[in-house]
């Protein structure tokens, strides 16, 4: 392998420990009083992707967009519906199924995050360039999309 592949897992380490222990997440509840738990905030951004890619999300779903149990998923959903951010709807295309969506709140909910998240990446890019900025954006996103996501064959 060489230094520049080296120097990336480094960095994904780092990366890692500081998602597996829920950092930003639990600092955008402290400083903006969003109330859902971080795990809350993972179950909001599964749900906002579903509805930005135009597809149906129920609680299977849920679940295995964030690696947990059925039962644990539901929890989850259902205590997001308690706080009324979420809202379970009958599926359109198959009466059996419900799927979620964000109501009002969730949908703010999940802004203020965005713009915490958004600040603190800021923070750390904002010695970069303009231009460096840009190829971080453009070669993370990218390398992002070639990783394998765990559901490839």
């Known amino acids: 392998m060489n230094e ?21 997440g639990r600092l955008a509840s402290e400083q903006n009083g969003v109330s859902p738990s971080t795990a809350g905030f993972e179950v909001l951004d599964a749900v906002e992707a579903a509805e930005l890619d135009g597809r149906p999300i129920g609680v299977t779903d849920v679940a295995s967009a964030l690696s947990v ?16 951010l979420l809202r379970r709807e009958a599926d359109q295309r198959d009466g059996r199924r419900t799927v979620l969506t964000r109501t009002a709140e969730g949908r703010t909910a999940s802004a203020a995050v965005h713009r915490f998240r958004q600040s603190v990446l ?6 970069f360039s303009s231009e460096d900025q840009a190829d971080f954006a453009r070669l993370l996103t990218a390398f992002a999309a070639r990783l394998p996501t765990g559901s490839d064959s």
Do not use: K
Not at 4 to 24: D, K, L, P, W, Y
């Open 4 to 24: 520049h592949v080296a120097a990336v897992e480094r960095a994904m380490v780092v990366i890692r420990r500081m998602q597996s222990r829920r950092v930003i």
């Open 69 to 84: 149990d059925r039962p644990r998923a539901s929890r989850l959903v259902s205590e997001l519906v308690s706080a009324g």
């Open 122 to 127: 800021a923070a750390a890019m904002s010695t």
